[in-house]
Structure formats: C-alpha cells, structure tokens
C-alpha cells in the first residue's frame, strides 16, 4: 500500500490502531543516538505550573527523552560549517540538523527543507541566498522564503520555526523590512534582524494520522472528555438530561473562565511595526 505523499509512509493494516496509522518517511535521517553533549535531561512537569496545579488540561505521561539543544549559525562560531546529519527531534516538529564548524565543535540547527547531508552553510552580510544560510534579513531579496526570525537585531531567533512554515519578504524600505508571516501578519523587522533562508523540513507533518489511542498516549496527551458530559460539579458545561447545550452564551473552562474566542495574545508596544495583523478566523 503506497501513500499519495512520498513523505508519508503508510503500514500493513494488521490491526485497526494500524488500518488508519501513517507515518513520516524518515529514510534521509540518522538512526544514531543524538550527541550527548548536546542534549540535557528533561525534568517532566506536563501541564502543572510551579505550585503543581494543573494549569494545562489532558497533558502528562509520555515517553522519556532528552531535550536537543538548538543554535543558530550565529552562535557555531567561525563558518564554513558542515551538515554532518539530518536527525529527528521528539521536543519539535520540525527536523534538526547536526553541524560543525571549522574547528570541529558541533551543534544542533534548525533543518529547512532542502538541506542534505555533507552541504556547506554560511553566515554573515556575505552569505548566498541559499537554503540554510543565515544573514541579515535586509540583505535578502524581496519574495525570498525565510524562517527561524529574530524579532530585535541581536536577539534570539522566536518567530517561523515549525515544521513546513515560512514567512516571505515583501518590500525593503527605511531601515526596515516588511514580512508577511504564516499567520497572515504584515510585519516590519529591523534591517539587522537575522533569518535563515529557506522553508522549515518536516512538510507534510500536520497530514499525519495517528491511528490509536496509545500514540497520543507516548506523546503525552491524555484523554479529553467534554465538559457537557461531565456532572454540573465537575464543569460548568455539566448537567442537564440527554444531550443539551451548554447553556451558556459563552463556553468556559472548568474554573469558570471564558475560554474558545478570548483574546490571549500578549501584544507589546511594537509601534507602527505590524502593517496588518494577522487574519482572523471564521466562525
């Protein structure tokens, strides 16, 4: 049984969890351990805030693993750098790439999509605009992809760095460059701020279908049930005889805050920097 998509992979229908299973083709990625000089242990406090209340609900378990430290090519030292590997990350839904400098020392980056084993990236004014390289984003042409984003010169890279996303660059103009950005924001960013060029790896990463149960389980998810199934004491979407509304004009949370359309985003004073904000969505 072949998949439509050669980056998906699917299995023998063995079992029902296995019928409806996919997977990502991992045939281009390390099966070697990650360096462990470049990962650290991983304290697990899944959903619970520093006094050990849930603060995020369905979350805990999961498998153990080891938390892959991640660079940009500004903080590798000296270039040229090398691309040793292309390696599966578990914190992340993108790839990682290992590297090293030209003194040998490695690190982990972020790895765009057509980024291979053995390829050589630059950084700095004078890099090419080829994907991996990382410069600063008033040196790279307009209609260029970009990702992995600083949102102040000299600052770390926060902005694009999921797996298949990218932000495009529209226009260059007074010390700023303006950038469309996944979320349909128009953004102005400094001249100085430094991108990498390229699509982020891991494209097909949202077509994945889990199959069972038990994956979400490894994952860290826990079960998720309705609040209007639960007992009025339990949430305050409970109660009532067969199924009924939440009654409500607003849902809540099970601590009685609004939740579903409430606007969370912390916004700071950006000024005239975002041109647009991002779309919103259809109800």
Known sequence: ?????????????????????SFLR?????????????????????????????????????VKRRYRIISTLGQCGEGPFEVMQLEYDPFRSSH????????????????????????KLEYGSEA?????????IGNVPTGMEIH????????????????GTKAVVMAHEGGYTLVKLPSGELRKFHDRCEVSIGVISNVAHNTIRIGKAGRQRHKGIRPTVRGKAMYPEAHPHGGGEGNTSIGMKAPKTPWGKRTMGVKTRRRPNLGNLIVRPRRKKRR
């Open 1 to 21: 049984m072949k998949s439509r998509n050669t980056a998906i992979r699917a299995v023998k229908p063995t079992s029902a969890g296995r019928r409806l299973a």
């Open 26 to 62: 991992r045939d281009l990625l390390s099966r070697c351990k990650p360096a462990r000089s470049l990962t650290k242990a991983h304290k697990r406090s899944i959903g619970r805030d520093n006094l050990g209340h849930i603060s995020t609900r369905h979350r805990g378990g999961g």
């Open 96 to 119: 990682i790439a290992l590297i090293k400098n030209h003194e040998g020392r490695k690190f982990y980056i972020l790895a765009p999509l057509e980024i291979t084993k053995d390829k």
């Open 128 to 136: 090419s605009i080829h994907a991996g390289n990382r410069l600063p």
């Open 148 to 163: 992995n984003i600083c949102i102040t010169p000299g600052s770390p890279a926060k902005m694009v760095r999921a797996a």
